[in-house]
């Protein structure tokens, strides 16, 4: 019993976290479920999924999930090395050979050419770590790599995975394979590897070995039309400042 009761202060304590986030106007709504031992013990609500129109936030709500994104992919990833279509220390050169002979940044170069060869092989654990020595081209927008992210399509929203590969691959690393971290694209092509491995793309190879097993039937790159009510809006705090109160109302984001 009294374990129920300690399990109960700290949900309501966590309740009042978030319904005081909503409250402080840094966050437009949150949903969340707690689960023990596999069951779910506990969901929320509170806000508004749509803050102009007046819609309170539901459990079914839809959210996007952008870098969550990257969890799946990393448990794809990991299936498919139990099925042997790798280990994490292979080296993604024999799936992308370009990444064979990629050039690195030399430290303090203020030119994409100012590079040195590649001291080690870049592997499936390198990317999965976020310490390939690739960038992000969001959160670094002074640097070199930031700049050509941008300006040869690496960032693309049209760019297909394919496409982005062949322009990384053109593009010098930011520090050697292993010896730095730094959030970065790497996952982006950990869902290529998964595609050539597959034989199908990304978002069918998460729909069919993932999603669908685990029922997880909202969960998608592109909404069916009767999912289309149930999409939360987007609101942006600060990024400069998340503490920040304020939200800004994205109506155009992918």
């Known amino acids: 019993l009294e374990v129920h009761r300690m399990s109960g202060r700290k949900v309501a304590a966590a309740h009042a976290v978030l319904r005081a986030e909503v409250d402080a106007d840094r966050l437009a709504g949150v949903s969340a479920a707690t689960m023990r031992h596999g069951e779910v013990i506990d969901t929320f609500c509170t806000g508004m999924a749509d803050r102009e129109s007046g819609e309170a936030l539901r459990p079914d709500h839809i959210h996007r999930a952008f870098s969550n994104t990257k969890l799946f992919t990393t448990v794809l990833v990991l299936l498919l090395a139990d099925e042997g279509k790798w280990s994490l220390d292979d080296p993604v050169k024999h799936w992308l050979p370009a990444f064979g002979q990629v050039r690195v940044l030399r430290p303090g170069a203020t030119a994409l050419d100012d590079t040195v060869p590649l001291q080690r092989d870049i592997t499936i654990r390198h990317l999965i770590t976020h310490t390939a020595g690739f960038s992000h081209g969001v959160f670094d927008p002074d640097s070199l790599l930031f700049k050509a992210y941008m300006a040869t399509g690496v960032r693309g929203y049209a760019t297909t995975l394919a496409q982005q590969m062949d322009l990384l691959g053109q593009l010098p690393l930011n520090f050697q394979p292993g010896e730095g971290w730094e959030y970065a694209l790497g996952i982006d092509m950990l869902a290529r590897l998964c595609e050539i491995a597959t034989g199908q793309t ?20 592109v909404l069916r039309p009767d999912q289309v ?20 109302r994205l109506a155009d984001t992918p």
Not at 208 to 220: A, M, N, Q, S, V
Not at 229 to 248: F, Q, Y
């Open 202 to 221: 990304f978002g069918e190879a998460l729909r069919t070995r993932l999603f669908e097993p685990l029922g997880l039937k909202d969960t998608g790159f």
């Open 229 to 248: 009510p149930r999409l939360a809006a987007l609101h942006r705090g600060d990024l400069a400042d998340p503490m920040k109160p304020g939200l800004t």
